[in-house]
């Protein structure tokens, strides 16, 4: 199965300012979803974006797709120190018998420094 | 509402011991998954579960055990522990509308090491 591949490893930003990280992957996917992951923390459902959708936000996350670049990105505007975690990219890809596999990338550390 | 149960939170095995993982969840999910998370290498899928008594092996299935005996609970079985087994495990959850959509739920984790 696939792996996504996260940009970069590790990110340090102001409080303020805009995160951007990225997930590239090499075989098609039904959907690719974020989660977040805050230190010593189980993994938390962030957004999911289809194949046939190009963007997608909720609230100051926003989502986008390129399937013809395999690449997706994970915007984070106005960055808190709260967003501090690590955010990881999910890979749902059909694995037979009508049931699907997610796959996680090894993630993008943020750092928001207030 | 619980969600994803783990325990223990910490486990400190020696070599060769074997022990149960349990994960329990409240949300009457059909999905559920064990992963293994370490330094660097992301999450790693051990075994999953598309329902009461179906299982299937992972990406790192060597040296576990699994069982879906009801549709709450998938316990972890390590057979007979070894240092590479030194890891956080997460349990996780879903359900599937049919189209791939599994949104999954965690578990806070245990940390198991082996000595």
């Known amino acids: 199965s696939q792996q996504g591949e996260e940009d970069p490893q590790a990110l340090s930003i102001q409080e303020g300012e805009n995160a951007t990280m990225n997930c590239s992957y090499k075989?098609?996917?039904?959907?690719l979803q974020w989660y977040r992951q805050n230190s010593g923390r189980g993994l938390v459902h962030l957004i999911l974006?289809?194949?046939?959708?190009r963007e997608k936000h909720s609230g100051r996350l926003r989502v986008t797709l390129d399937t013809s670049k395999k690449s997706s990105s994970l915007l984070i505007t106005a960055s808190r120190a709260a967003d501090t975690a690590s955010y990881f990219c999910?890979?749902?890809?059909?694995?037979?018998?009508?049931?699907?596999?997610?796959?996680f990338g090894k993630g993008t550390k943020l750092s928001v420094i207030p | 509402n619980a969600g994803v149960t783990q325990t223990p939170k910490f486990q400190v095995l020696k070599t060769g011991q074997s022990m149960t993982l349990q994960c329990a969840q409240d949300?009457?999910?059909?999905?559920m998954s064990w992963y293994r998370q370490d330094p660097g290498m992301g999450l790693r899928l051990i075994h999953y579960?598309?329902?009461?008594?179906?299982?299937d092996q992972g990406e790192v299935p060597n040296g576990y055990n699994v069982s879906r005996s009801t549709t709450e609970d998938f316990p972890l079985r390590l057979l007979s522990a070894a240092p590479s087994q030194t890891s956080v495990y997460f349990c996780?959850?879903?359900?599937?509308?049919?189209?791939?959509?599994?949104?999954?739920?965690f578990g806070a984790g245990t940390r198991l090491s082996v000595l």
């Open positions: 999910a890979l749902a890809s059909y694995s037979g018998a009508g049931s699907y596999q997610l796959t």
């Open positions: 974006i289809r194949s046939n959708e």
């Open positions: 579960s598309v329902g009461a008594g179906i299982t």
């Open positions: 949300m009457n999910h059909e999905y």
């Open positions: 075989t098609s996917i039904n959907n």
């Open positions: 996780a959850s879903s359900y599937s509308n049919g189209g791939g959509e599994n949104i999954q739920y």
